[in-house]
């Protein structure tokens, strides 16, 4: 394997790992203590407009992270994350989990 191949490799071992971090953070912080508030992480390769068309079906968006797949709304019924999922969100968290992304 070459030098250019190895540091492909590392880069991307690098960028899995650092996925995988933010996403066991954001998990356990998946508990929302208020069931009409949560944030719906979209799948990242969704562009800003379908992730936001998407979480406006969830409920009010509340603020846009600052990964453009994420965003934090508000169901009055009190259901935020599972109208997010159903929306199309890999899964949701509570809104103190999102400030882990920047929001």
């Known amino acids: 394997m070459d030098k250019t191949a190895k540091d492909t490799t590392l880069a991307i071992g690098v960028s899995l790992g650092v996925a ?40 009010v968006i509340r603020d846009l992270g600052a990964a453009p797949f994420i965003v934090v709304v508000r169901d009055p019924e009190g259901r935020a994350q599972a109208r997010l999922r159903q929306a199309g969100a890999l899964f949701s968290v509570g809104p103190a989990g999102s400030a882990v992304c920047g929001s």
């Open 20 to 59: 995988l971090v933010t996403a066991v953070v954001l998990l356990a912080a998946s508990r929302a203590p208020d069931p009409h508030v949560a944030a719906g992480v979209f799948p990242p390769w969704w562009s800003r407009s379908a992730v936001v068309a998407a979480a406006a079906q969830a409920g």
